[in-house]
């Protein structure tokens, strides 16, 4: 079946480091939206991605789709405590149902 | 608050027996999704409802079922529980049925400890 691929599942990071998740398809994506799911909370969405090379910033968040629209990558600068939890991608094969990805999870080190 | 209710947040039950969880959507919006969410796991798809009418399949079993009612509200029903069965169960709701431009509200779901 479809499946989208997410690295890496665990990071953790100094405080002030950066972070970078990625995700990848063998196959051409429709689109690709981010979400981002708290310690003990539900995944709340970010951002959607559409276009081929498109990126987008979220004050300290960039997310980036690939060229060929088969992967996509999360990147954070200089982590903060507020940082902490998984990031998901869920990616649209064009069958218009969302596969999330296994999910990254962030733990920062004080 | 994403405006997605569901009950109960907390279930526990014993192997065989029968639950029922329960989702109202945002105002407005016309999908219900159901995901499962085992202990450090991903999110897996289960089932999509539009507007009354089953969506979209996923890795659902056969011991479990769903359906959305007029009001749109969406009830999900495991039967016959397995321990393994244990997890957090999510419920979204978007306002059109296709994943293109379509965001994904997720309720703060119910934890289910099958004992």
């Known amino acids: 079946g479809q499946q989208v691929m997410q690295i890496p599942q665990y990071q953790h990071v100094q405080e002030g480091e950066d972070f970078t ?14 979400y981002k799911q708290r310690p003990g909370g539900h995944p709340v969405f970010l951002i959607q991605l559409v276009k081929s090379g498109e990126v987008k910033k979220q004050k300290r968040l960039t997310f980036q789709f690939g060229e060929a629209k088969k992967n996509s990558s999360l990147h954070i600068t200089a982590t903060q405590t507020t940082d902490v939890g998984t990031y998901f991608c869920a990616a649209n094969f064009g069958n218009e149902k969302l596969t999330f990805g296994t999910g990254t999870r962030l733990t920062i080190i004080p | 608050d994403s405006g997605v209710t569901q009950t109960p947040k907390h279930l526990i039950t014993a192997t065989g027996q029968r639950v029922t969880l329960r989702c109202s959507p945002r105002s407005g919006d016309l999908s219900v999704y159901w995901y499962q969410q085992s202990l450090d796991q991903g999110l897996q798809f289960l089932i999509q409802y539009y507007n ?18 007029p009001d749109l509200h969406s009830e999900l029903n495991l039967s016959s529980l397995e321990l393994g069965d244990s997890a957090l169960y999510f419920c979204a709701s978007s306002v059109s049925e296709g ?16 004992l």
């Open chain 2, 52 to 69: 009354g009418e089953e969506r979209a399949k996923g890795n659902i079993l056969e011991r479990f079922s769903a359906q959305q009612f």
């Open chain 1, 21 to 34: 998740t990625y995700c990848n398809s063998s196959t051409t994506l429709s689109n690709i939206q981010w």
């Open chain 2, 99 to 114: 994943a293109w431009g379509n965001i994904q509200y997720f309720g703060a779901g119910t934890r289910l400890s099958v």
